[in-house]
C-alpha cells in the first residue's frame, strides 16, 4: 500500500509516491505528463474534464471552467454554478484530486489512498481545513496537510544529504502564490524556523501583465476593434500570454500572433519587455523576502547555507538573477515544480512508517529504511498569529461604558512559533457587573503582520463559557490557546470563581460531517476523466 503526496497548487498539480527503495517518483497525468493543470470544465451534469483537456475548453466554454480556486480556498461563502449546480472552492478542488488519483492508479496500478496534500507556508487554518476536506469530499484519507517549502526541503535534504546543520532559504513562486521559508536542516530534523507569503502573487499575475500589454498592441494597431470585450478572446490572449512567458526563460525574443474579429497583430515580445512590464510584481516578492531574512536574523539565523527555488515561475532567469544580486544568495533550481509533491510523497511515508505497526511490510520498503523514515522529525510553526477579541484594557471607556469601548484581537499566540505550542493560561475578565456568560471568540491574523485591529483579522470560531456567577464586573478568566504539531488550535477558557471550564476544538469553516458527507456523495456521483 503505498502513500501519496499531492502538490494541489494553483494552476498545475502534481501526485507523487515513494517507491520500494524510498525514492520518490512522479506518478504521470492521463496524458502523461508531470503535472495536470488545476482546471475543471464542467462539460454537462455530473461530467467533469480535469486538466490540458479542460484548459483547452477554456477557449470554447469560459464560463463552465473552474481554475485559480486555490485563491478562494477557505473563503466562507464563495460559490460557483454549472449547470445549476453549486460548487464551492473545495469540491472543485476535490474533482482535481479526484483526476489526479485516478490518473495515478491507473499509470501506478497502486490504490490511491492515503495521502498528504500541500498547502502555501502562509495559509491560514479556514485555508488548511478547506485543503483537507477537499481531499475528504474527493473520498481520500488525508493524513495530513503539509507546507510546500517544508516538502520542498525534505525532498532535497533526501537527495542532498549534506552532513551538519544547514540553513536553507526556499523561494517559491508558483502560478497563484508566493511564499518564502526559512528551514533548518539536521541530520534527522527538519524544522521550520519561519515562513512568510502573499496568496495573491503568482504566474497568473504576470500573465495578466502579458495579456494587458498584448490588449493595447493590438487595439493600436486596430483602434475599432476591442477584444477585451470578448471572453474568448481574452482567454485566447492569457494562453498566449503564458506560452511567451515560459518561452522567454528560455529565449531572449518571440513573436507572438493574434487574430481577432478577422484583424491580425504580430507582437514582438522580448525578455526585456516582460521583465519591465513585472518589475513590480518581482520587487514584491524580494520585499517579503527581505522581510523573512529579517525575522530569521532575529531568531538568530544570520546566514543562509543554501537557496531552494520551488514554484514553476523560478524558471525565470530574472528571478535567480534578482536574489543573487539584492541578497548575495545563489539559488539552486532542482525540479521546481515536482519537488514539492515528491517531498509530500516522503512526508507521508515518514507519517506512516512511524504510525504504523509493521510499516514496512505494508508500505513494501524494507524494515532498515522504515526504522530510517520513523527518525526523521519535522517541525513546523504558527503560520499566523491567533488571539481572542477583547475590550481594550487601555480605552477608558473600559471601565464606564465596556458595550462602546475600543475592541481588539488580543494575540495569544504568535506567527511562527515552533509546534506543538501551548500559550499557557492568559489573564481576561469579565467587562459588565453579573454578566453571567461570555463568548470566546477566536481570530486569526489576516494580513502579513500581526495587528489587534479587528479589520486585520479574520474570525475563525468561538464558544460560551457559561455559569459564571453574579458578581461585579472584573471576574477572572483564563484562556490558554494550544496548537498540535499538524495544526489543530485547541482552547481553553476557565473561569477562576468556580473554575468553570469550557474546552473546544475549533470547526473551522463551519462545514460538519454532514455537509462533508454530503458533498463526497455529490462528487462521488460526477464522472471525472483528464
Ligand atoms: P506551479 O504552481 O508551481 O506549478 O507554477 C506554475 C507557474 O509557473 C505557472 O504560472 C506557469 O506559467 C509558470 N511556469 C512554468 N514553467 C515556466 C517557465 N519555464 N518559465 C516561466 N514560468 C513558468
Not at 498584448?214 to 498566449?240: C, G, I, K, M, Y
Request: aromatic share 4%.
Amino acid at each position: 500500500m503505498a502513500t501519496f503526496g499531492i502538490d494541489l497548487g494553483t494552476t498545475h498539480s502534481c501526485i507523487a509516491y515513494v517507491d520500494e527503495s524510498t525514492r520518490p517518483v512522479i506518478a504521470k497525468s492521463a496524458i502523461g505528463e508531470d503535472t495536470t493543470p488545476s482546471v475543471v470544465y464542467f462539460e454537462r451534469p455530473g461530467v467533469a474534464l480535469v486538466g490540458t483537456a479542460a484548459k483547452n475548453s477554456a477557449l470554447l466554454a469560459p464560463h463552465l471552467v473552474a481554475q485559480l480556486v486555490k485563491r478562494d480556498m477557505g473563503r466562507s461563502g464563495v460559490e460557483f454554478t454549472y449547470h445549476r449546480e453549486r460548487y464551492t472552492p473545495e469540491k472543485i478542488s476535490a474533482l482535481v484530486l479526484r483526476e489526479l488519483a485516478r490518473a495515478a492508479e491507473e499509470n501506478t496500478g497502486l490504490p490511491v489512498r492515503d495521502v498528504v496534500i500541500t498547502v502555501p507556508a502562509y495559509f491560514g487554518i479556514a485555508e488548511r481545513e478547506a485543503t483537507r476536506r477537499a481531499g475528504e469530499i474527493a473520498g481520500l484519507n488525508v493524513l495530513d496537510v503539509l507546507a510546500e517549502p517544508v516538502a520542498a526541503a525534505l525532498h532535497h535534504h533526501a537527495v542532498d544529504e549534506t552532513p551538519g546543520t544547514r540553513h536553507v532559504l526556499v523561494y517559491d513562486l508558483g502560478g497563484g502564490t508566493f511564499d518564502t521559508t526559512v528551514i533548518r536542516v539536521s541530520g534527522d530534523d527538519v524544522q521550520v524556523v519561519c515562513t512568510d507569503g502573499d496568496g495573491e502573487l503568482g504566474g497568473a499575475d504576470w500573465d495578466q501583465r502579458i495579456v494587458e500589454h498584448l490588449l493595447s498592441t493590438f487595439r493600436d494597431a486596430h483602434p475599432n476593434l476591442d477584444p477585451s470585450a470578448d471572453d474568448l478572446a481574452v482567454q485566447e490572449f492569457t494562453d498566449r500570454a503564458e506560452e511567451v512567458k515560459k518561452a522567454l526563460s528560455a529565449t531572449m525574443s518571440r513573436n507572438v500572433a493574434l487574430r481577432f474579429g478577422g484583424a491580425a497583430v504580430n507582437v514582438r515580445f522580448t525578455r526585456e519587455l516582460l521583465e519591465e512590464l513585472t518589475a513590480d510584481l518581482l520587487d514584491r516578492t524580494a520585499a517579503i523576502t527581505e522581510r523573512i531574512v529579517e525575522t530569521a536574523r532575529r531568531k538568530g539565523v544570520d546566514r543562509f547555507d543554501e537557496v531552494l527555488l520551488a514554484g514553476g515561475m523560478t524558471r525565470m532567469p530574472v528571478v535567480a538573477a534578482a536574489l543573487q544580486a539584492r541578497f548575495g544568495l545563489s539559488p539552486r533550481l532542482s525540479e521546481p515544480d515536482l519537488a514539492v509533491a515528491k517531498g509530500a510523497a516522503l512526508f507521508a511515508l515518514i507519517r506512516q512508517a512511524k504510525s504504523t505497526r509493521g510499516a514496512a511490510r505494508q508500505l513494501g520498503i524494507t524494515e532498515a529504511d522504515a526504522a530510517a523514515m520513523a527518525k526523521k522529525r519535522v517541525s513546523t510553526v504558527v503560520p499566523r498569529a491567533f488571539g481572542v477579541k477583547a475590550v481594550d484594557p487601555r480605552d477608558p471607556l473600559a471601565l464606564t461604558d465596556p458595550m462602546r469601548a475600543r475592541q481588539m484581537v488580543a494575540h495569544l499566540l504568535q506567527a511562527n512559533t515552533r509546534l506543538p505550542a501551548d500559550t499557557g493560561p492568559y489573564p481576561f475578565q469579565t467587562a459588565i457587573d453579573n454578566q453571567r456568560m461570555v463568548e470566546i471568540e477566536v481570530w486569526e491574523q489576516a494580513g502579513p503582520t500581526p495587528s489587534e485591529e479587528l479589520a486585520d483579522n479574520t474570525k475563525i470560531g468561538h464558544g460560551m463559557l457559561t455559569g459564571i456567577p453574579a458578581r461585579p464586573a472584573g471576574c477572572r478568566i483564563e484562556v490558554t490557546f494550544a496548537m498540535s504539531e499538524t495544526g489543530e488550535l485547541t482552547v481553553h477558557a476557565k473561569e477562576l470563581e468556580t473554575g468553570n471550564d469550557v474546552r473546544f476544538e475549533l470547526n473551522i469553516g463551519g462545514a460538519d460531517r454532514g455537509t462533508i458527507a454530503k458533498a463526497r456523495t455529490d462528487i462521488a456521483g460526477h464522472s471525472v476523466s483528464g
